[in-house]
């Protein structure tokens, strides 16, 4: 048996932001007992910084394909974007093992609940230089949560037995990270 050692920092020095275009917050939940429901937030940011994170993202900015759901997670039965219109991830912990592994913990704040979360993921060997002379660094992290313990309770019954929506909500950061000059 091999023990990986956490050797590296998680990112060269610098700051480094989320391209917005080229990166992705998303959510996925049990959804009617036969399948997987997922969403996403187009309004977000997220900068890292060696070996800490944080970013946040607007509710207002949910994206689920159909205009009237978006409207109901906006509501209070959900995210209730007039009251809290943002949701906010700090890394409290993150590691990079030598295989570009990453595992760590952070705190994310949605609908004025702060609760500690884990994170698994992975990160780039090194960063690329893009056409534009930009350097990129690909970030990818997740964690699973209850989302009825910040407050997000609603469901229906489902005809076949249990609920609608299950309680465990998978967060996906997917970050195309850019260096930032100067």
Known sequence: MSVVENTKTLAPAGTWAADPVHSNVSFEVAYAGVNTFRGSFSDF??????????GSAKVGSVDVKDEQLSGHLQAPDFFDAERYPEIAFKATEL??????????????TIKGVTLPITLTGTISPAPSVDPFGRE???????????????????????????????????LIAELALVRREG
């Open 45 to 54: 940011t997220a900068t890292l910084e060696g070996d800490s994170l944080a």
């Open 95 to 108: 590691t990079r093992a030598a295989d570009g592994t990453v595992a760590g913990k952070g705190e994310l």
């Open 136 to 170: 990129r660094l690909g970030l990818r992290l997740e964690s699973t949560v209850d989302r009825t313990a910040f407050g997000i309770e609603w469901n229906a019954p489902n005809q076949g037995g249990g609920n609608y929506l299950g309680d465990d909500v998978k």
